[in-house]
């Protein structure tokens, strides 16, 4: 028997399907709920013949097992024979024709061998008789289950990234997200996967999109589900970053097998007093620990213990670590996940404070001591990160802002990490546990990392947050300097998103109040959230330059009132509309004021995208000297509610006395006598 006749078999048998076989009014009129006005209106009789006169051409489905659309797409002579009078819907030839020629119901393409080896249950049902082939399968029960057909389509994903069709899933107008995509996604520009880019596969392959151009296919993705996949052809999209990382994993691999093949050992003996315990927590990709304990190498002005836990790794991490002096190494006989790891190393530590890193970062000399002196420096500060950096040499953070409906954001990801925003200390919702600072009392005191967020995700912003809680802010430390490996692959696993959005769920429940305060997410609100400091105020200050001795006899009135603000509990950005570089160091050195950052690159041109960044949450803004006020003026700022001070920097009218004797002008018109 098809598959389709079992299902309309059930459906006779308990009286699902009423009329017109296979036709379910019920599902019909539940699904495309505007039926029963069109029906109220007295233009169609009932449910049936909304079908017959509109639905069908509409492309809406009689029942939930069948598509329409996808039934005239994938046989076009179907199409034909409706074209010519000879069937009046999709679904009326599958009845008296489609299903005895053995044409599918909903043509769903499946990767047959790719559903097997994923879905092993699968494979054990059609050894059972119970389904004809995998195709049987997915369209009777994978794809209702949450099953994916094949490698190119994320269910998950698909639903999570359009939130609309998982609510059309779960009314029941199409069996899954797959099923819409087909149907509907595609021709709205959806994508399938994260990893598919329909122009990206076009380019990798110009006879398709030849074929496209000449109308043989209609796009990329369809090529690939019905023939591509079969053909082996490419079709993950790998960006800069990505091809990036391969290189350097094969370059971490080829130092692994260097190291490994050699006699050669590395020493991290501590003394017997630590002031740190460095927490690893690992679970293979022995190359990229290697790189990580290679660099703890180069901390020499600050005694640490280091414990590290395994995650019961399979690859040649334990040859590694046989190869490490002076540590301690707690083998796990199971993949515990980070959280629950952590939580052991961290009862194993004897330093009065913790540093957690992930086992593909690499900590550059000195960051561990200012990440250190930064946390000694106030009883008020619970943890601290440090400025986290791409393999590319961008941004991956500089603190991280937590938005009221728990998702979070990187401050500064895929920017300048020597950019004046990113190079002053500042109070920030959290830092991620690539690198992360803590006292150990303070850990230990809040039960450290929630198990409830195990295997792992958001249980750093938990802590950071349950630190607020007490008092204990987290602080930004930018001279704490943090390459980041990150992640080999953008492949999204379906597991991975589940959890991240169940941690997201949680996180909310757990700090209602907390988040009742905290910025909605949008562009406007991303720089005052990515700074939590308690100032006096907040002002954006408008000159020429940095005011360092080499710039003029200005610069030490400029200096001193920055030190008079800083001192006040201002936070003040200084924008330069020169718009040249200035090494952050010289200004660092010179200037040595808290909560004073120097905006120097962006120059006069992007001060009006960079008022509408600074918007909220400023109080004052101070322009100095006339041309720059002019400036503004021209550039039509408004500065609405703000508080306007012109500084002119010095007595103007000599200067432009003198400048119209020099351009012939006289001295005109002269106020004040």
Known sequence: MQPFSRILGLGRRFGSFRHVPGFDPSWYSNAYPDVAGVIERGQARNPED?????????????????????????????????????????FEHFI???????????????????YCQEYPDVAESLDR??????????????????????????????????????????????????????????DLGLRPHPQFDEADYRSRHPEIDAMIRRGEITSGYRHLIE??????????????????????????GIRLDEFLASNRRIDLTHGSTPEVCVVLVLFNRAELTLQCLRSLVGVQDVDFELVIVDNCSTDRTGDVLARIDGIRVLANTE???????????????????????????????????????????????????????????FLQEAGCIVWN????????????????????????????GVFLLAGTKAFRDLGGFDVRFAPAYYE??????????????????????VVHFGSASFETDPSFDLLVERNRKLLVDLHRETLKDAFVEQESNLVAAADRGAYAGRILWIDDRVPLPRFGAGSPRSREILRILSDLGYRVTVFCTAGERVDPVEIREQLPF????????????????????????????????????????????????????????????????????????????????
């Not at 009689?62 to 009046?88: C, H, W």
């Not at 008296?96 to 790719?114: I, K, Q, T």
């Not at 750093?460 to 300097?481: F, I, K, M, N, S």
């Not at 002119?648 to 012939?664: H, K, N, P, Q, W």
């Open 594 to 673: 808290a909560g004073v950052e120097f905006i120097t690159e962006s120059g006069i041109d992007g001060l009006v995208r960079f008022w509408k960044q600074r918007a909220t949450g400023t109080d004052i803004v101070i322009i100095s000297r006339p041309h720059n006020m002019m400036s503004a003026q021209a550039l039509g700022l408004n500065f609405g509610g703000t508080t306007l001070i012109y500084d002119a920097e010095a007595l103007i009218s000599s200067r432009i006395t003198r400048r119209r004797d020099v351009l012939g002008a006289g001295q005109g018109h002269r106020q004040g006598g």
């Open 460 to 481: 750093d912003v938990d802590l950071c947050l349950r630190l607020q809680a007490q008092g204990l802010a987290t602080v930004y430390e930018p001279d704490a300097l």
């Open 96 to 114: 008296h024709n489609g299903e005895s020629e053995g044409r599918l119901s909903n043509p769903m393409p499946v990767d047959e061998s790719w």
């Open 50 to 90: 909304h079908y017959r006169r509109f639905g069908a051409a509409e492309g809406r489905n009689p029942n939930r097992f069948f598509s329409e659309k996808l039934y005239r797409r994938f046989y076009p002579d179907v199409e034909v024979a409706i074209g010519g009078g000879l069937f009046a819907t999709a």
């Open 405 to 432: 409906d728990g998702r979070t954001a990187a401050y500064g990801g895929g920017e300048d990490p020597e950019s004046g925003a990113y190079l002053f200390p500042r109070e920030v919702d959290y830092c991620s």
């Open 129 to 186: 008789g119970l389904f004809e082939s995998a195709s049987d399968h997915y369209r009777l029960e994978g794809c209702l289950q949450g099953k994916n057909p094949h490698a190119a389509f994320s269910e998950s994903w698909y639903l999570q990234a359009y939130p609309d069709v998982a609510q059309s899933v779960q009314r029941g107008q199409y069996l899954c997200g797959y099923q819409h995509l087909l149907e509907t996604g595609l």
């Open 227 to 252: 023939e591509g996949l079969r053909q082996g052809r490419m079709w993950k999209q790998i960006s800069d970053m990505d091809k990036l990382r391969r290189a350097a994993e094969r370059l971490a």
């Open 335 to 393: 993949n515990i996940g980070f959280t629950l790891a952590a939580n052991q190393a961290a009862e194993a530590a004897t330093a009065p404070y913790l540093l957690f890193v992930n086992n593909d970062a690499e900590i550059l000399p000195s960051s561990l001591r200012v990440a250190l002196d930064r946390i000694q420096s106030s009883g008020s500060i619970g943890a601290v990160g440090g400025r986290i950096l791409r393999l590319d040499g």
